[in-house]
T-cell receptor, first 118, second 113 residues
Framework: GAVVSQHPSRVICKSGTSVKIECRSL??????MFWYRQFPKQSLMLMAT?????????EQGVEKDKFLINHASLTLSTLTVTSAHPEDSSFYIC??????????????FGPGTRLLVL | SQQGEEDPQALSIQEGENATMNCSYK?????LQWYRQNSGRGLVHLIL?????REKHSGRLRVTLDTSKKSSSLLITASRAADTASYFC?????????????FGQGTELSVKP
C-alpha cells in the first residue's frame, strides 16, 4: 500500500513551453502533497505544500506564477512549469501524506519526473 | 531552506563492513526520518524516530537521536552491495508547519563487493 505515482517520468520540451506533471496517490487519500526539486548530486529542495481544495503554500524564493500547483482532489496534485527555461531542467519529486497518518506525518514519495528543457 | 547537514558527503566501504552516516539540524523537531534514494529514482522511507526517542532499530538499520546536540546517526550493519545509494535525513518540524520535511544534503554510500 501507500503508492504514489508521477506522470510523466521523463519529459523533454522546448524553451518557452509549459509542462504539467501529475502526482497521484494510488491507494490512499492525501490531503497534503508536497513538491520538491532536486538538482544532480544535490538534496531535495521543498518547493511548495499543496493542500486539497486550497491554495498551495510556496517556499521562499519559489515563483508561484512560474510553478502552478493544483490539488483538485484527494488523490491528485499537478505541478505546471510555465514558460520553461533550461535552468528549470531538474528532477521533480512529489510526496503525499495520507489522511489517516496526519498525526504521524508519514510521507510517501513518487518516483520523480525528469524535466529537460532545451 | 535546508536545515540538515550530513556527513560524510560520500562514503565508500567494503561489503560486510558497517556504514555510519551523521545528520545535524538547526531547529526543534517533531521527528527525524531517514530516506534512501537510488540513482535517478524516488525516495524510500527507511525509519522515523520521534523527538522523545533516543534509539530505534529496523533490521540492519540503527538510528540514534540526540536532541540536545540536534544530531542523528544512521548505522547500516553488515552492508551489502545493494545498499549502494544516497541516504538523506529529513526533519519534520512542529505540527503547525504542515508536516513538511526539510532534507539534509545527503550521504552517497558506495558498498564494494
Amino acid at each position: 500500500g501507500a503508492v504514489v505515482s508521477q506522470h510523466p517520468s521523463r519529459v523533454i520540451c522546448k524553451s518557452g513551453t509549459s509542462v504539467k506533471i501529475e502526482c497521484r496517490s494510488l491507494d490512499f487519500q492525501a490531503t497534503t502533497m508536497f513538491w520538491y526539486r532536486q538538482f544532480p548530486k544535490q538534496s531535495l529542495m521543498l518547493m511548495a505544500t499543496s493542500n486539497e481544495g486550497s491554495k498551495a503554500t510556496y517556499e521562499q524564493g519559489v515563483e508561484k506564477d512560474k510553478f502552478l500547483i493544483n490539488h483538485a482532489s484527494l488523490t491528485l496534485s499537478t505541478l505546471t512549469v510555465t514558460s520553461a527555461h533550461p535552468e528549470d531542467s531538474s528532477f521533480y519529486i512529489c510526496s503525499a501524506r495520507p489522511y489517516r497518518d496526519r498525526d504521524t506525518e508519514t510521507q510517501y514519495f513518487g518516483p520523480g519526473t525528469r524535466l529537460l528543457v532545451l | 531552506s535546508q536545515q540538515g547537514e550530513e556527513d560524510p558527503q560520500a562514503l565508500s566501504i567494503q561489503e560486510g563492513e558497517n556504514a555510519t552516516m551523521n545528520c545535524s539540524y538547526k531547529t526543534s523537531i517533531n521527528n527525524l526520518q531517514w530516506y534512501r534514494q537510488n540513482s535517478g529514482r524516488g525516495l524510500v522511507h527507511l525509519i522515523l524516530i520521534r523527538s522523545n526517542e533516543r534509539e530505534k532499530h529496523s533490521g540492519r538499520l540503527r538510528v540514534t537521536l540526540d536532541t540536545s546536540k540536534k544530531s542523528s546517526s544512521l548505522l547500516i550493519t553488515a552492508s551489502r552491495a545493494a545498499d549502494t545509494a544516497s541516504y538523506f535525513c529529513a526533519t519534520s518540524m512542529i505540527y503547525n508547519q504542515g508536516g513538511k520535511l526539510i532534507f539534509g544534503q545527503g550521504t552517497e554510500l558506495s558498498v564494494k563487493p
